[in-house]
């Protein structure tokens, strides 16, 4: 696993047209600010911007994706472990505070609870309201499935329509409701 950016590197030298900033991308991926990266052991400024940027999504994905026998993190654990760890000493803070900022407060797949009591699954964020993202709602307030789950922005709610706000985020994702929130 540690070598695979040295031997990616290597199997570029076949493609001259690469460019020398995808090479360094290849390169330094795996390299953090306190040196305890690898291949190089950069530390800080060595380590190009760029590499940062590519290592934490890199990362984050790996968070929240099955990767050999380990289960993934929700989205919002994922977040809370970078946030709380990567920031201070693998990624620059402002590199962490961009994933953020682009991922949202509540990242798609986050479970959440909205303040009518019903829960639902967060399928879109709201560049512009963070805090109003697009919930697909699967149960009703006692908690009880819908026969249909229904989408609704949080953003755009109708006049007619109850005011609807997440409470929480809710870490449990019952296995009978992956299918529903992504088809």
Not at 62 to 81: D, E, F, I, K
Not at 86 to 113: A, F, K, M, N, W
Not at 130 to 142: E, F, N, S
Request: proline fraction near 8%.
């Amino acid at each position: 696993m540690m070598t695979h950016p040295r031997l990616g590197l290597a199997l570029l030298t076949d493609f001259p047209d690469v460019p020398d900033r995808a090479r360094r991308i290849v390169a330094e991926h795996h390299e953090h600010l306190d040196g305890s990266g690898y291949p190089a052991k950069l530390r800080g400024a060595q380590i190009d911007l760029t590499s940062q940027i590519v290592g934490l999504v890199d990362e984050y994905d790996a968070m929240v994706s099955r990767r050999g026998n380990r289960a993934p993190l929700t989205a919002r654990q994922a977040m809370v472990r970078v946030y709380e760890h990567e920031r201070r000493t693998h990624y620059d803070r402002s590199v962490v505070e961009r994933l953020i900022q682009c991922i949202g407060v509540y990242p798609l797949g986050t479970v959440v609870e909205l303040n009518t009591g019903e829960r639902g699954v967060v399928i879109a964020v709201n560049p512009e309201a963070r805090l109003k993202p697009t919930v697909k709602v699967l149960t009703d307030p006692v908690g009880q499935s819908y026969p249909r789950p229904w989408v609704v922005d949080l953003s755009t709610l109708a006049p007619s329509a109850p005011p609807r706000t997440i409470t929480r985020a809710l870490d449990d994702l019952p296995t009978d409701w992956r299918d529903l929130f992504i088809s």
